[in-house]
Nanobody, 121 residues
């Protein structure tokens, strides 16, 4: 059974940092692209970043470049998202998502339950 369990969310002040984690199980982690997708009440679902197993290529939404860093530890079956210089508009539920294959453009097939990030004074 595929399981994706996010952690690391919370309340943080603007300008702060967070590292989200996603513990994966039930599949061969290093054979699949993994992504972060966030959901806000106003914008709906928004793709954040993808880490492929294609020579370590990573992809980011244009608006996130420079503040977000996606990474993975295949030995620990864990995906990470480091977010720096947090802004109020980063407030969202962040979902860990498994791709259907190794590459960037393959459809998602499993989602975690999400972790809430709230950026506020």
């Amino acid at each position: 059974e595929v399981q994706l369990v996010e952690s690391g969310g919370g309340l943080v002040q603007p300008g702060g940092s967070l590292r989200l984690s996603c513990a994966a199980s039930g599949f061969t982690f290093d054979d699949y692209a993994m992504s972060w997708v966030r959901q806000t009440p106003g914008k709906g679902l928004e793709w954040v970043s993808t880490d492929t197993c294609d020579n370590g290529r990573t992809y980011y939404a244009e608006s996130n470049k420079g503040r977000f860093t996606i990474s993975r530890d295949d030995a620990k079956n864990t995906l990470y998202l480091q977010i720096n210089s947090l802004k109020s508009e980063d407030t969202a539920v962040y979902y860990c998502v498994k791709g259907g294959g190794c590459y960037y453009d393959q459809p998602y097939d499993y989602w975690g339950r999400g972790t809430q990030v709230t950026v506020s004074l």
